[in-house]
Structure formats: structure tokens, C-alpha cells
């Protein structure tokens, strides 16, 4: 065996990453999404509908106006004009409280719908970027692999190499072969799937700049505390405010039970006459009638004697008691997922490293020694095959360390609940 086929069984542990379009990181991504997302974008039309109806409860109510004509004759008429304008009385200030608490919760509620999105296309963008590298190490490793089969196949020709070697070269091209056509598909449904997610359209180029390895090994850097992080995530901030809901509504309740006043005002014109006639005071004739104007001022009161709104003060003070236990259930999830997300970064990462380091080079230097002694003829090429594999199935590994790695700096800054 030449040096030749040593240098073409080696170059299956050279693998240089492809080319691929450079276009955004994933951070870029991420905010390119929280705009393009059209969920998102029906959503935030919620706000405009919230703030109307903030508006809506803070106008005064119209007041009525009636107006009426009787006529009874040729000399009887009567027209009454009247108006009545309900105070609704300490009633407008619960109503805009509780409009604005739901259009606070549903500010809220689009914030969390955006930490979710961020998270989930943070983990699509990290398969997206373990596929690649899974396509870059097989391409690699196939394209080693057929330079080695037609190398050995001209040399069974020249008589310098058994027809079993290259029967296991060919056969080891085809295995990869499969392997790339495997991770080229998964790449490709990677892909489509983060340009659903991040609303690109599917005719749209899509390339991350990131690689998964620089990302994993990037030091995890939350920009609040603990404590600030449970403080500011906005799905334990829409549960607070959800008390403050039902604090508003119970207020309102309240109020809507107790005296309301509407007062009225009203203009009568009436003509009265008779088909006689009459002296006036001058002793001329005159026909028997007159018109008579009357003013009337007044108010009405509705008294609470039955109807108290006693159903829905029971409604808003068990919907309190409901978002209370709602805030600690929150807060309890959201620090266990920050302390679990932080232990599972931390313990992945130093699998990284020892991947990086002992694992990935011992792999290495076990083929080399192999290669070397299939070179001298101690061992044949399907051992050396063998143990080509199974250093790619520790690149493999590798892979797929780096991806629980990058899966656990996602989960960090969801649980922090970090959006760009």
C-alpha cells in the first residue's frame, strides 16, 4: 500500500465546513421574526382594539331627548319637549379602570406570545444549524470516501490492491451516499420550517451566519438577575395585573349596585280653548282661550332594594382568588425553569469541553494510528473502516452535545425571559 492511499483514507478526518450564503445571525433572526410574524401582527391589533375600548369607557353617557305633540281639536294642542341625562354616579372611573386593565393584560399577553416566539424560533434556528453540520461532516467524509474507492479501484486494475478493498471502499461511499442524502433532507425541512416560523416567505433565501459551535461555546451572559427576571417576565406581569383586573371589576360591581340618579328636565306649550266667546276686561268680544307654558325639573333614582349585583361582585372576588394562585403557580415555574435552565447550560457545557478536547482528539489519533498500521499491512482496511466510523459517530456525538448545548443558552434566556 502506497503513501497515496494513506493520504486518501486520511483525508476522511479533514472536515472543512462547506460554503454556504452568509446572511443574518441568529439574534437577527429572531427580531426580523417578532416583525414579520403574522400571528404576531394580527395580534398587536388587539392593543388598538383594547385602547378603543379604554376610550369607550371613559365617555359620559348621552344624554335623551323626547318631544311630543297631542292635538285635540282646532283650539286644543299641547307639545312637550323634554330631556333626561343619566349621572351614572362614581360609575366612569371603574369603568375605565377595568377597560384599562384588560387592555394591560392584553399588551402583556402579545409580550409573552413574543418571548415565545423568540424561544421557539431560537430552538428551530439551533436543529436548523445541527443539520448543517451533520450535512457538512457527511458531504466530507463521502467525498474522502469516493476518492478512496476510485483510488482503490485503479489499483486493483494496476494489480497493486485486492478487489476486497475496494468492495469495502464502495461500499463505505455508499453507506455516507445515504447519510448525506439523510441530513440533506433534514436540512432542508429545517429550513422550511424556520421560514414559516419567522414569517419569511418560502421562495426567500435563508442562510445563518452563526456556526453551532461558536454558539455553544459562547459564555452565557443573562442581562437581569434572577430576582429581576421574575420580576420582568411578562407572563408573571400579566398574571399580577389580572388581579389587578379583578380588583377593577369587584370595584365596578360595587359601584353599578348602588343609587343611581338621572335627571330630567321637560317644556310643555299647551293651548286650550272653547267654541265661545267672552268680554275681556275691555268689554270687547273675544273667543274663550290661551296658551299656558309649563317648565318641569326632576330626577329619578334607581334603588338597590333586590338587584345589589350581588352574582358579579361573587364573580370578580373569586376571579381575584383565582389570579392570586395564577401569580404563584407563575412564579414557581418561572424559577424553576431559570434554576433548571441554568444547571443544564452549565452541565452541557462541560461536556462540550471535554468533547472539544480529550474525546474528539483520542478519536483522532486512534484512526491516525490505525491508518499507519494498515499503511505497514498489520491491519486490513475493513478494521481501518471500522474505526473511521466510529469517529464519526463521536463527531456525531459531538453534534449532538453541541445542539443540548445550544438548546440548554436558549432555554437561559427564555427563562430570563430576554427578547431582542
Do not use: C
Amino acid at each position: 500500500m502506497t503513501r497515496m492511499t494513506f493520504l486518501a483514507v486520511a483525508a476522511l478526518l479533514t472536515f472543512a465546513p462547506a460554503s454556504f450564503a452568509q446572511e443574518m445571525t441568529v439574534e437577527e433572526l429572531v427580531a426580523a421574526a417578532l416583525q414579520q410574524s403574522p400571528e404576531l401582527r394580527a395580534a398587536r391589533a388587539e392593543i388598538a382594539i383594547a385602547a378603543g375600548r379604554v376610550t369607550q369607557a371613559g365617555l359620559r353617557p348621552n344624554p335623551m331627548v323626547s318631544s311630543s305633540h297631542e292635538q285635540g281639536g282646532v283650539d286644543m294642542a299641547t307639545t312637550m319637549i323634554g330631556a333626561e341625562w343619566p349621572l351614572a354616579l362614581r360609575r366612569r372611573a371603574a369603568r375605565v379602570a377595568v377597560a384599562q386593565g384588560a387592555a394591560d393584560i392584553t399588551a402583556l399577553s402579545i409580550r409573552e406570545r413574543e418571548r415565545l416566539l423568540a424561544s421557539a424560533v431560537r430552538a428551530q434556528a439551533g436543529r436548523l444549524l445541527a443539520a448543517r453540520r451533520t450535512l457538512e461532516i457527511a458531504s466530507e467524509a463521502l467525498g474522502a470516501a469516493r476518492r478512496l474507492r476510485d483510488l482503490l479501484d485503479r489499483r486493483v486494475a494496476e494489480g497493486g490492491s485486492t478487489k476486497l478493498d475496494a468492495n469495502l471502499a464502495a461500499v463505505e461511499a455508499l453507506r455516507l451516499e445515504a447519510d448525506v442524502a439523510i441530513a440533506t433532507g433534514d436540512l432542508q425541512a429545517a429550513t422550511i420550517e424556520l421560514r414559516a416560523l419567522s414569517g419569511i416567505p418560502a421562495d426567500a433565501p435563508l442562510a445563518l451566519r452563526d456556526s453551532l459551535e461558536g454558539l455553544a461555546a459562547a459564555p452565557v451572559l443573562p442581562r437581569l438577575t434572577a430576582a429581576a427576571a421574575l420580576e420582568a417576565r411578562a407572563d408573571i406581569r400579566e398574571a399580577l395585573a389580572q388581579i389587578t383586573l379583578a380588583d377593577a371589576r369587584l370595584d365596578a360591581a360595587r359601584r353599578e349596585g348602588r343609587t343611581d340618579m338621572t335627571l330630567a328636565a321637560a317644556y310643555t306649550r299647551s293651548k286650550q280653548g272653547f267654541d265661545l266667546f267672552a268680554f275681556d276686561h275691555h268689554g270687547l268680544r273675544q273667543p274663550i282661550q290661551d296658551i299656558f307654558h309649563t317648565v318641569t325639573l326632576g330626577a329619578r333614582l334607581t334603588m338597590p332594594w333586590f338587584d345589589r349585583n350581588q352574582g358579579t361582585i361573587a364573580a370578580a372576588q373569586a376571579e381575584r382568588a383565582g389570579a392570586e394562585a395564577l401569580v404563584t403557580a407563575r412564579q414557581r415555574a418561572a424559577r424553576a425553569e431559570i434554576d433548571a435552565s441554568l444547571a443544564r447550560e452549565r452541565e452541557t457545557r462541560r461536556a462540550v469541553e471535554l468533547y472539544a478536547g480529550d474525546v474528539r482528539t483520542l478519536a483522532r489519533q486512534n484512526v491516525e494510528v490505525m491508518l499507519e498500521a494498515y499503511d505497514l499491512g498489520r491491519f486490513p482496511l475493513s478494521d481501518v473502516l471500522a474505526e473511521q466510523r466510529r469517529y464519526l459517530d463521536v463527531e456525531a456525538g459531538f453534534t449532538a452535545v453541541l445542539t443540548r448545548a445550544y438548546e440548554a443558552r436558549a432555554a437561559v434566556a427564555s427563562a430570563f425571559g430576554e427578547i431582542p
